[in-house]
């Protein structure tokens, strides 16, 4: 018999674990296997926060793909995916035409989530990629080298706006304070010429999380020179700055999008029932009325039956179900009974900048030193699960 076609789009943390596990799964005369991912690295999407404000150098986040992945075992193409024809079991490619697959894995991630606010993708930075974050750094530097040679430098070079206190924007404010006044020395600016501002919608920053970690988390940030505005939302994002909606306007050179995401737009590109570009996933992770098409990661979208809302995007969640889809994918090869995936959440740690950070992990609360080291393990960790030890000693974070 001819071997299926396994075919797994994007290369983040659902493709890769997918693929890592699938290979393990499956012998190498039982299926062929297929990543496509846009560039030929894998990037750490829950580190960019770092190389954004130039905290850590770009290239420690991401890895060549074939330096991770046994490219004897997996059939590594990169391109950008247009659309997945579902009926006909294709998908188009930007440059290499269609390619067919028996079997389709779709993680394609996020992109941001504007709510309608005008002029987010004309004026801010909100890509959260390795060329994304690249940009926000070389902007922040090139503001702070600009500034003393106006001749009547305006505030709002020195201005940097943070739209939206989710875990995002708290982490990648954490790292811009962290690292102000060493761009202050750098570029003889003295500090109370920079102004920060993180602005949120909802009446407290970080929505839903335990709200004593959040005070810790405001009140270092605030004496670090942070500024929020809670319960404000942003209405539309201007070349010079964002208007709120209570109608006052700050002047900014440096607005970051950081309010939400939502699945990749080759979900509803590609006719997918979705909601904001996610699909609400079957319990064994298959597209509804798809017998053959997985989709996890942020393209997806799972019910919390404890407090029915959708489980956040994340990470934790896109491995936990790659796992499942491994699994799954060799038990409809071998034609066996296929799994309902149960995410087995951890806990949620966020960093702060420099050694602080905040976390719930199992109902213990976590913060300053303490949470840093577990932030610093759990980005580890990943690296174990995709490399082993010879990938966690290359790339990975010193806890201590
Ligand atoms: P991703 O890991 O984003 O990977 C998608 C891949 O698809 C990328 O490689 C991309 O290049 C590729 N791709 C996209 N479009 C195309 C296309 N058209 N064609 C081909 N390839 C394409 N979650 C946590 O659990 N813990 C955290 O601490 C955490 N921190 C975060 C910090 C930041 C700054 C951000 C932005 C997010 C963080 N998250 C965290 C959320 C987490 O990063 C996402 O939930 C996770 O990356 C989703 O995994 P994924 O596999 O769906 O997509
Ligand atoms: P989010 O949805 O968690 O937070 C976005 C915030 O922006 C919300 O608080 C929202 O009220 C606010 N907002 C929306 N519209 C606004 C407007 N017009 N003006 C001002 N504020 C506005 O999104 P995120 O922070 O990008 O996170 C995305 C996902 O990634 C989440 O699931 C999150 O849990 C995960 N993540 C996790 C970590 C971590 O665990 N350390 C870090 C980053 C992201």
Known sequence: ATKPNILILGAGYGGMVTATKITKELGHNEANVTLVSKHDYHYQTTWLHEPAAGTMHHDRTRMKIDDVIDINKI?????????IHREENKVSLKNSGQVEFDYLVTALGAVPETFGV??????????????????MKDHIEYMFAKYNNEPEPKDELLTFVVAGAGFTGIEFIGELSERVPELCKEYDIPKS????????????ALPGFDPELVEYAMNLLENRGVEFKINTPISEVKENGVILKDG?????????????????????????ENMRGRVKVDPDLRAPGHENIFIIGDCSLMINEETERPFPPTAQIAMQQAETVAANLKALIKEDKLKEFKPDIKGTVASLGGKEAIGVVGNKKLFGTSANFMKKMIDNRYLWILGGVGLTLKKGKNPF
């Open 75 to 83: 059939n590594f193409i990169q391109d950008e995916v247009v659309e």
């Open 118 to 135: 005008e002029g987010v993708f004309d004026y801010s930075f909100n890509k959260w990629t390795v060329n994304g974050a690249r940009e």
């Open 193 to 204: 010429k920079v102004k920060m501002y993180v602005i949120e919608a909802a009446p407290t």
């Open 248 to 272: 006052e306007e700050i002047k900014s050179s440096t607005v970051v999008w950081a309010t939400g995401v939502r699945g990749n737009p080759v979900i509803e590109k590609s006719g997918f």
